[in-house]
C-alpha cells in the first residue's frame, strides 16, 4: 500500500516566509538555523521557500532554532 504525501501549498508557504522575516530580523543566517535546528542549510533553505511539507517536529525545531513562539510561524495562514 502506497501513502500519498500532499504536496505543499499556500500554508507552506506562508510558514517559510513568517520564518525567514524572523530568521532575517535576527540577523540569523540560514546556516546558523541549520545548526540549532540540527538539520542542514538545504532543508531550511526549502522549508523557507514552502518546497517540503513541515513536519509537527520541524515546526517545533523550527520555532525554538529561531527562538520565537509556534503562532509567530503559523500567523496569517491563507485558508484552505
Known amino acids: 500500500m502506497s501513502r500519498s504525501v500532499r504536496p505543499p501549498g499556500p500554508r507552506a508557504l506562508k510558514i517559510g ?6 530568521r ?7 546556516r546558523d538555523l541549520a545548526e540549532r535546528m540540527g538539520c ?13 511539507v513541515m513536519t509537527a517536529e520541524q515546526l517545533l525545531d523550527l520555532s525554538e532554532g529561531l527562538g520565537c513562539r509556534l ?8 485558508e484552505r
Open 71 to 78: 503562532w509567530l510561524l503559523l500567523r496569517d495562514l491563507p
Open 40 to 52: 542542514t542549510e538545504s532543508v531550511v533553505a526549502n522549508l523557507e521557500l514552502g518546497r517540503s
Open 17 to 22: 516566509e513568517n520564518a525567514r522575516a524572523i
Open 24 to 30: 532575517e530580523k535576527k540577523r540569523l543566517t540560514r
